[in-house]
């Protein structure tokens, strides 16, 4: 009788170890589980930062090229206005030539 008292209570022993394991696995699996879905939702927000500043920068981009564009239709504009001077002059100093 002793020895399956001894038993019966290592037995229970067993089980009451063995349900502490269960119990910190369950607990290291729900951490686990935490951090794997706080890292997946802040991958998600960076994705979405990356996304929100790569539009942001093509934006910007653009504008740089219009102003480009912009200055070099003044530079086109501002070298034919004054080719058209210039040859203005020449003419007004032909025809004060001729008239002296």
Not at 13 to 38: P, S
Not at 78 to 98: C, K, P, T
Request: net charge negative; aromatic share 2%.
């Amino acid at each position: 009788l002793q020895r399956e008292r001894e038993a019966l209570e290592r037995s229970m022993r067993q089980q009451g170890e063995l349900e502490a394991e269960r119990e910190r696995i369950l607990r290291e699996k729900a951490e686990r589980d935490a951090a794997e879905r706080f890292l997946k939702e802040e991958t998600e927000k960076q994705e979405k930062e990356l996304e929100r500043v790569n539009r942001e920068v093509e934006e910007r981009k653009r504008d740089v090229e219009g102003v480009y564009q912009t200055m070099e239709v003044n530079r086109e504009m501002d070298s034919v206005l004054a080719r058209m001077a210039e040859q203005q002059l020449q003419e007004q100093v032909e025809e004060l030539r001729g008239e002296a």
